[in-house]
C-alpha cells in the first residue's frame, strides 16, 4: 500500500511516451527533481553512515594509543619505584615487571601417561609404550630425531590425535576426564603464525582475551591482561603496528611468532601445548620465547613444547625433558641438567665444543657409539631407560635446587622503609603528597619523574584519584615489588562483576544465618555475651569480600561460558576493525563498478537505444551485479580460513561468527549496491523514483550475497571465482531470459525449478513492473509491441498487478535463508580434522 500510494503521487507527475528512448530529452527540470530527489536523499544517508564509521575508526584509533601511553606510564612508574627500593637496600630482589591482569593459578594441572601409544589405521604404531608425568607449573620439552613422533605425542596428550586408536592412559590430576570438559584449560600453539594479518598486535591479543575469557571478566581486567601479554612476549613497543602479510610487510617474522603464542596466553590456559614455536627464528629470538614462556611457569602454569635443535641454554631452561627415539619409544624423561650425566653413564662421550642437545639427537639416531656397544645402541636405549626408571634411579627426579625464603628480606625492607619515610615525614602530617614523593624519587634516580609518573605511583599507593600516600600504604605498596603478581589498590580495584555479587550474595546469606543462629528464641535478640561483630556486616567488610572474589575468579580458571550474543558484540568489533582496514581494495572494486555502470549505460541509452521499459537491459544489469557482488562475498569466509579453524577449535561459536561476518559485510553490499545503481540511474534516467528503481536491485545484491556465502563456506578459495561465476550466469542469465521462461513457465516441475533457483526470474519482473507502472508504455512500432507483449505475458503471467512485490520477495527470501543456513552448514561441518 505505500508503494502503492506513493507510486500514484509520482505517476500523476511523469510523463507518458509511447516509445521513451531517451531520458533527460523531454524531463522538464522539475520532473527531474522529482525523480532524483531520493537518489540525493540515499546518498546523503550513505554519507552519513561513512562518515559515522570514519568517526568510529577514530575513536578506536585514540582508546588504541590511549592504552600505549598508559602501560607505558605503568611501566615507567614502576621502574622508579624499583629504583627507590633498590637504593635503600641494594640487596633486595624485585620484579622487573609485575602481573596486573593475570594471576597465580589456584586450580595446576599435572599430566600423568602411562604406556602411551597410537595405532594408524593401517596397523602402524607411530607411538608406543610412554610413561611419565608433566608437572604443574613446569617447562617440559619434546625432542627426538625427525619420525621419533614428536608431534604426535603432543597431539595425543591434548586430544587432537583423531587420525588413529589412542592407547594407554592419560590423567589430569589422577584423574581420567574428557578432553572437551579441558578445553577451557588447555592452549594449543600451531607451528604455522595463524594470525590476523589486518589488524595491530594489540588488537589480536585483545580480542582473544575478549573471545577467551568469557564474561566473567570486566573490560578493564581485559586491558590488563592485554598488557601482560604484551610485556612478556616483548611486543610493547609496537603493539599498535599491523601484524602484515607476504604482501604487504609488517612486524618481523619473530615477532610475529610471538604474537601467535601471544594469543594463547591472553586466554590464561592452564596447560600451554606448543609445537616447534622456535622454528624458523634465529637462536636470540628463539631464547627470546622460551624465556617469555619461561616466566608464565612462575603462575602456575604448565607449558610443554615441541622443540628441535635449541642451543644449550635454552635447553637447560627446561625442568624436564623427554627424549623420544625411534619408533615412538621414550629415550629419557627427566631434568634438562640430568640429561648428559645420564647418557654419560651409558658410556657415550660427549666431544669438546659440542652442542649438547645436538649431541643428545646424534646419540639417540645412532650416529654416536658407547663404549659399551655390546649392550647400549640406540636400539636398546628404550629398553634400558624403561629398567632404570623402574629401577628409580634418580634421573626422574623434579627440578633441581630449593625454593628460597625472602621473609627476612622483606622484614628488613619494611624497616629500612619505615625508617625512611620517618626521615622524610619532618612535620609529622602522617602523608606523602606528590612533591614530596617526585623529589624523593629523583634524588634516586638519574631522571626527575613527571606528574603523571606520581600520580600513577600515589593511585598504586593509596587507590585512583588520591593526594598523597599514607605511611603504611607507601611501606605496604614497595614491599609487595617483589612478588609476581601486583597487589597494589588499583589492581584491586579492577573487578570481576559476575563473581563479585556472587561472592556478596553468598556473605550476605551466611550473615543472615548467623543472625538467626544466635538469637535469643524469648527477646528475638543476640545473646548478651555474643559478639555482636560475628553476626554484622559492615560496609568495609562486603568490599573486603567483593576484592576476595574478584582475586578469587581471576586466580582460578573457573571462567563463566561466554553467550553468543556477547561474542556477536565482540566479533562483530573485530570485523568492523578489519573493515576499515581494507579501505584500498574496496576502492578498486567501487571503481570496477563505476566503469561498469557506465558501460551499461550508455550501451543502453546512446549505442543500442533500448526503451526504457525494456526487460533486456534489466536483465543484463541484474546478472552484472549479482555476479560481481558474489564474487566480493567470497573474500566474506574463503579468506582467512586457518584462523578460522583455530577459533572454532577453541570454542568461539560459528553461528556468533557467521553473524558478525554478515552484519559487516551488509555495509559492503549496500555500497556497492548503490553507487552501481546510481551511476547508473544518472546516465540512463529511467523515469522511476530511485527510491523504488533501487529495491529489486538490493534484493539481487542480497540474494547473489548468499551465494557468495555459500560457496566460499563449502568450496577451497582458489576454486571460488570460477565456480560463482558459472553459477550465477546460470541461474541469472541463462534462466532468467524472458524467451526462455516462456518455455519453463508451463507449470509442473520445471516451473517449480524455475521459481526456485532462477533469481532474476523475480528480480527482473519487479524493475520490469516498476518501469510498466510508470512509463505506461504504448510503443507504436510493430517490433517493440511485440517485445513488449512477450515480456508482460512472461512477467504477469499470474495475473496479479505488476506491482506486487509480495511474492517475488518471499521466494528471494526464502532462498537466500536456504543459502545462509548452508553456508552455516559448511563453516560447521567442513574442514573440522583441520581444526588447529
Not at 633486595?92 to 599435572?110: A, H, L, P, S
Not at 612533591?435 to 606520581?454: D, F, I, T, W
Amino acid at each position: 500500500k505505500l508503494f502503492a500510494s506513493l507510486s500514484a503521487r509520482l505517476r500523476r507527475h511523469s510523463r507518458r511516451s509511447s516509445d521513451t528512448v531517451a531520458g533527460m530529452d523531454t524531463m522538464s527540470w522539475a520532473e527531474y527533481w522529482r525523480f532524483n530527489v531520493s537518489l540525493y536523499a540515499v546518498w546523503g544517508a550513505t554519507a552519513a553512515a561513512l562518515g559515522g564509521v570514519v568517526l568510529c575508526r577514530q575513536r578506536w584509533w585514540r582508546k588504541q594509543q590511549g592504552c600505549e601511553r598508559a602501560s607505558g606510564l605503568m611501566a615507567q612508574s614502576h621502574d622508579f619505584a624499583v629504583r627507590f627500593v633498590t637504593s635503600v637496600m641494594p640487596s633486595c630482589r624485585c620484579n622487573n615487571y609485575q602481573f596486573r591482569g593475570m594471576q597465580v593459578k589456584e586450580d595446576t594441572v599435572d599430566i600423568e601417561f602411562s604406556d602411551l601409544g597410537l595405532e594408524l589405521p593401517g596397523g602402524d604404531r607411530v607411538l608406543q609404550g610412554v610413561t611419565g608425568c608433566f608437572g604443574a607449573g613446569k617447562m617440559c620439552a619434546i625432542m627426538g630425531p625427525s619420525g621419533a613422533g614428536k608431534t604426535t605425542f603432543m597431539n595425543v596428550l591434548c586430544g587432537k590425535a583423531r587420525y588413529g586408536t589412542t592407547t594407554g592412559s592419560i590423567l589430569h590430576n589422577g584423574e581420567k576426564v574428557d578432553f572437551q570438559s579441558l578445553q577451557h584449560q588447555m592452549g594449543f600453539v600451531p607451528q604455522d603464525d595463524v594470525v590476523h594479518e589486518d589488524l595491530t598486535v594489540r588488537e589480536q591479543i585483545y580480542f582473544s582475551a575478549r573471545l577467551r575469557n568469557g564474561m566473567s571478566l570486566s573490560k578493564r581486567r581485559i586491558e590488563r591482561i592485554t598488557d601482560d601479554v604484551l610485556h612478556v612476549m616483548q611486543l610493547e613497543h609496537i603493539q599498535n603496528s599491523i601484524v602484515g602479510s607476504v604482501e604487504k610487510r609488517g612486524i618481523s617474522g619473530g615477532q610475529r611468532k610471538r604474537v601467535n603464542i601471544g594469543l594463547e596466553l591472553a586466554a590464561r590456559p592452564t596447560v600451554l601445548f606448543l609445537d616447534e614455536p622456535t622454528s624458523g627464528l634465529d637462536s636470540t629470538s628463539s631464547l627470546a620465547v622460551t624465556l617469555s614462556l619461561k616466566r608464565m611457569c612462575k603462575l602456575g602454569m604448565s607449558v610443554i613444547m615441541v622443540i628441535h635443535q635449541p642451543r644449550y641454554s635454552i635447553f637447560t631452561l627446561f625442568d624436564d625433558v623427554l627424549l623420544l627415539g625411534k619408533g615412538g619409544r621414550a629415550v629419557y624423561l627427566g631434568p634438562s641438567l640430568q640429561v648428559k650425566p645420564y647418557f654419560d653413564s651409558l658410556g657415550f662421550a660427549m666431544p669438546a665444543n659440542e652442542n649438547p642437545a645436538d649431541w643428545f639427537m646424534d646419540v639417540i639416531s645412532g650416529e654416536v657409539r658407547s663404549q659399551d656397544a655390546g649392550r647400549v645402541s640406540a636400539e636398546t636405549l628404550p629398553q634400558i631407560w624403561t629398567e632404570a626408571a623402574d629401577g628409580g634411579d634418580g634421573h626422574r627426579q623434579g627440578r633441581l635446587g630449593r625454593a628460597i625464603s625472602e621473609a627476612d628480606d622483606i622484614a628488613v625492607l619494611r624497616q629500612v622503609l619505615e625508617e625512611e619515610w620517618d626521615r622524610l615525614d619532618v612535620d609529622r602530617a602522617g602523608t606523602l603528597a606528590r612533591g614530596q614523593l617526585q623529589s624523593l624519587l629523583a634524588r634516586c634516580s638519574s631522571m626527575r619523574p613527571g606528574e603523571e609518573v606520581v600520580q600513577e605511583l600515589i593511585n598504586r599507593m593509596a587507590g585512583s584519584g588520591a593526594a598523597a600516600a599514607r605511611r603504611a600504604e607507601f611501606v605496604d605498596y614497595l614491599c609487595s615489588l617483589g612478588e609476581n603478581v601486583a597487589s597494589d589498590r588499583t589492581t584491586a580495584q579492577v573487578d570481576e562483576p559476575q563473581e563479585v555479587w556472587r561472592k556478596r550474595a553468598r556473605t550476605l546469606k551466611a550473615v543472615v544465618a548467623n543472625r538467626v543462629l544466635k538469637l535469643d528464641p524469648s527477646t528475638n535478640a543476640p545473646p548478651p555475651d555474643s559478639d555482636s561483630s560475628a553476626g554484622s556486616a559492615s560496609p568495609y567488610d562486603l568490599e573486603a569480600a567483593s576484592c576476595d572474589a574478584a582475586s578469587e575468579g581471576s586466580g582460578g580458571r573457573a571462567h563463566s561460558s561466554f553467550s553468543g550474543f556477547g561474542q556477536v558484540r565482540v566479533l562483530t568489533l573485530r570485523a568492523m576493525v578489519q573493515w576499515w582496514r581494507m579501505c584500498r581494495p574496496r576502492m578498486l572494486f567501487l571503481v570496477a563498478l563505476v566503469f561498469g555502470a557506465l558501460f551499461f549505460a550508455v550501451l543502453d541509452r546512446f549505442i543500442c537505444k533500448q526503451p526504457l521499459w525494456s526487460a533486456t537491459p534489466l536483465l543484463y544489469l541484474h546478472t552484472a551485479l549479482a555476479l560481481l557482488i558474489a564474487i566480493f562475498c567470497l573474500h566474506v569466509f574463503g579468506n582467512a580460513q586457518p584462523v578460522f579453524w583455530r577459533e572454532r577449535a577453541r570454542g568461539v561459536n560459528v553461528f556468533a561468527l557467521l553473524v558478525a561476518r554478515l552484519l559487516v559485510n551488509l555495509l559492503d553490499i549496500a555500497l556497492q549496491t548503490v553507487v552501481f545503481t546510481s551511476v547508473y540511474y544518472i546516465v540512463r534516467q529511467p523515469r522511476v523514483p530511485y527510491s523504488v528503481w533501487m529495491i529489486p536491485f538490493m534484493v539481487t545484491s542480497c540474494a547473489a550475497a548468499g551465494w557468495g556465502y555459500l560457496i566460499s563456506a563449502w568450496v577451497p578459495p582458489r576454486h571460488g571465482p570460477f565456480i560463482v561465476t558459472l553459477v550465477l550466469f546460470i541461474e541469472c542469465g541463462l534462466l532468467g531470459q524472458y524467451d526462455n521462461l516462456q518455455i519453463f513457465l508451463q507449470g509442473g516441475v520445471g516451473e517449480l525449478l524455475i521459481d526456485f533457483l532462477s533469481l532474476t526470474r523475480w528480480t527482473v519482473q519487479m524493475s520490469f513492473g516498476c518501469a510498466v507502472y510508470y512509463l505506461d508504455p504504448r510503443p507504436t512500432g510493430f517490433i517493440n509491441q511485440n517485445i513488449l507483449k512477450m515480456q508482460m505475458d512472461v512477467y504477469t503471467k499470474d495475473g496479479g498487478s505488476i506491482m506486487a512485490w509480495y511474492t517475488p520477495m518471499a521466494v528471494v527470501g526464502v532462498n537466500t535463508i536456504v543459502l545462509l543456513w548452508g553456508a552455516y552448514a559448511g563453516l560447521r561441518l567442513r574442514n573440522r580434522s583441520k581444526q588447529i
